[in-house]
């Protein structure tokens, strides 16, 4: 389905709710919450009316359940690239020579979400998003970090309403 406007691609999604995971680095959870809801209050690209933690799907890295959790909403990301490339190709975008003839319209746009995807920028097609690196993955310094303080990292869970 063709994209009509980045800015308004809910509507296209046909959804009004979304739901994300943030790492975000704190003393403990509410100073965890506090900071993603912060974000929000200040990020420009996306805005949402409400916003909700999930408070019983929030982990901290010193539970058990964290790992695999982490490891499951990276996986989510790179579900949502790949489908989101999988889309530019079957609108005959299949290698980087082909973007120099993209026309402005829904395969410029579905190329302008990959490219936000790729680059650290949230946006409601992201699933799993790091705060700290301000990316939808995880570094291998910074899981070091969260393994040496497992205490002061946490997986904050958001159910988002446009």
């Known amino acids: 389905m063709p994209l009509q406007d980045i800015l308004t ?3 296209d ?6 739901y994300h995971e943030i790492l975000v ?8 919450s506090h900071h993603v809801l912060r974000f929000f209050e200040k990020y420009q ?3 949402y009316s409400q916003i909700t933690v999930n408070e019983n799907r929030c982990l901290p890295a010193s539970h058990p359940d964290f790992t695999v959790r982490l490891q499951e909403a990276i996986q989510k990301n790179r579900q949502i690239l790949q489908d989101l490339i999988g889309d530019l190709q079957s609108e005959g975008v299949n290698t980087l ?5 993209l026309p402005q319209g829904y ?3 579905m190329n302008h979400v990959i490219a936000h995807f790729v680059d650290g920028f949230f946006g409601i097609d992201t699933y799993f998003y790091n705060l700290e690196e301000e990316s939808h993955w995880v570094s291998r310094e910074f899981q070091q970090k969260i393994h040496a303080m497992p205490s002061q990292h946490w997986i904050i869970s958001i159910e988002a309403r446009i």
């Open 9 to 11: 691609r809910h509507e």
């Open 13 to 18: 999604l046909g959804r009004s709710i979304y």
């Open 25 to 32: 680095k704190g003393s403990d959870f509410e100073a965890c």
């Open 45 to 47: 690209l996306v805005r």
């Open 97 to 101: 020579h082909d973007l120099k003839d």
């Open 107 to 109: 395969k410029s746009k």
